[in-house]
């Protein structure tokens, strides 16, 4: 058990909705990054977030957002959904930057 | 530009004979290199790592080695055991503090 959860652990929805994914960093981590994993791309960097403040973009999507909270958790947004967007969403959490944690995922399936 | 990426998307070894684990790496800049280790089911955990101020790093039966040279990095686990089937990935960390990924290659021990 890494210490960071993530919120849910499925989630299957249609074309053109918009989903939330939530995650709980590690007690005292003020890093939070969200990574997309498919099959074909691996482990995609989407966006980190430091103490409330976005640090680093990766290949995020417009349709796509984030957010981290004062309590330190983070959301990710995802609108519009596309058959493409099916995938799974990991969260990580770190105090420094060269080990993070990750948490289980959400595996997000678009029908 | 930069890129993270494994030789081979699959590996078979005998329980208990040692398993290598290659990568190369495109980018000569890139001064830190981890590998994670992902078991079915779960997110990526961290093994190793290592900075290119050095050429060889180990770990409990785990040895990364570092050729700048060819810029190619390997990862090494010795007596290899059936807990250690999972899908390996080489990543790099940039300066932006962003991790690169490469597509894993999936360990499979054979009795």
């Not at chain 1, 791309?41 to 995020?60: C, M, P, S, T």
């Not at chain 1, 990580?92 to 930057?97: K, L, M, Y």
């Not at chain 2, 409990?60 to 040279?69: G, I």
């Amino acid at each position: 058990d890494s210490g960071v959860t993530q919120t849910p652990k499925h989630l299957i929805t249609a074309t053109g909705q918009r989903v939330t994914l939530r995650c709980s960093p590690r007690s005292g981590d003020l890093s939070v990054y969200w990574y997309q994993q498919s099959l074909d791309q691996g482990l995609q960097f989407l966006i980190q977030y430091y103490n409330g403040e976005e640090r680093a973009k990766g290949n995020i999507l417009e349709r796509f957002s984030a957010q981290q909270f004062p309590d330190l958790h983070s959301e990710l947004n995802l609108s519009s959904l596309e058959l493409g967007d099916s995938a799974l969403y990991f969260c990580a959490s770190s105090t420094r930057a060269n080990e993070q944690f990750f948490g289980p995922g959400t595996r997000l399936t678009v029908l | 530009g930069e890129s993270v990426g494994l030789h081979l998307p699959t590996l078979s070894v005998q329980e208990g004979d040692n398993s290598i684990i290659n990568c190369a790496y495109s980018n000569s800049a890139s001064d830190y290199f981890i590998w994670y280790k992902q078991e079915s089911g779960k997110g990526p955990q961290f093994i190793i790592d290592i900075r290119s101020n050095m050429d060889k790093r180990q770990g409990q039966r785990v040895t990364v080695l570092l050729n700048k040279t060819v810029k190619h990095l390997s990862l090494q686990i010795a007596a290899t055991q059936p807990g250690d089937s999972a899908v390996y990935f080489c990543a790099e960390r940039n300066r932006d503090d962003k991790i690169i990924f490469g597509k894993g290659t999936r360990l499979h021990i054979l009795p």
